[in-house]
């Protein structure tokens, strides 16, 4: 019987994140700029390029984005939270233009994620980023599935290596789609066959009737 040691968790929906998935534990190590709007007393360690025991309010630097989420209060600022560059005016306006031409993975391989948590903090940007983040994916998602119709039995490398992960779990989804499709085309789709402990079960019973 084949067992796999590990099954794979999908992660979150939109804003939402799933502890238990692989992808969202690695979007939430993803890197945000911040501005601290407090003193920060005996942290001054975080800091890389200041030698000081504390972390001065005002204070620019990076933080991952669990821990920006976990410092983050609307009531009582302690830290504000920067677009990343992929997110503002000018890549937003590329997006727009042309969704297609854009390498995704080199960008940031969780975009659409990452985007997604982005709408967390409070900014006067964030209906603009959520519908760049709908019109982007609606733009890409008629090309990436039929490419993942069109390339049976080929390499698909290159064709993968510019999508953000979203797009490589639905490109993936099509091939797996488009293999059970041919493979039943051609009979060679997988038989019904028993179970192992079926199996077993007659195995001992024969066992048990031998003299």
Not at 65 to 90: A, I
Not at 116 to 142: K, V, Y
Request: net charge neutral; charged share 25%; aromatic share 10%.
């Amino acid at each position: 019987m084949d067992t796999q040691s590990y099954l794979p968790v999908q992660p979150g929906v939109g804003m939402e994140e799933n502890f238990l998935s692989l992808d969202d534990i690695l979007l939430s190590h993803d890197r945000l700029p911040i501005r601290t709007e407090c003193s920060f007393p005996r942290l001054g360690f975080l800091e890389k390029s200041s030698d000081t025991q504390d972390i001065a309010e005002g204070t620019k630097m990076e933080l991952p984005l669990w821990l920006s989420k976990g410092l983050y209060e609307r009531k009582r600022r302690v830290v504000s939270v920067e677009l990343p560059k992929v997110y503002r005016q000018g890549w937003r306006t590329v997006f727009n233009a042309d969704p297609n031409v854009v390498d995704l993975h080199k960008m940031g391989p969780y975009y659409y994620s990452l985007g997604s948590q982005m709408l967390h903090f409070d900014s006067p940007e964030n209906p603009d980023i959520a519908q760049t983040l709908l019109q982007t994916f609606i733009g890409r998602f008629r090309r990436t599935m039929d490419s993942s119709q069109n390339a049976y039995n080929e390499d698909t490398s290159a064709l993968v290596e510019r999508l953000d992960c979203l797009e490589k779990g639905l490109f993936r989804s099509g091939q797996s789609g488009l293999n059970g499709f041919q493979s039943w085309e051609k009979g060679q789709a997988t038989q019904l066959t028993a179970s192992s402990l079926v199996l077993n079960y007659r195995k001992r019973k024969i066992t048990d009737v031998q003299p």
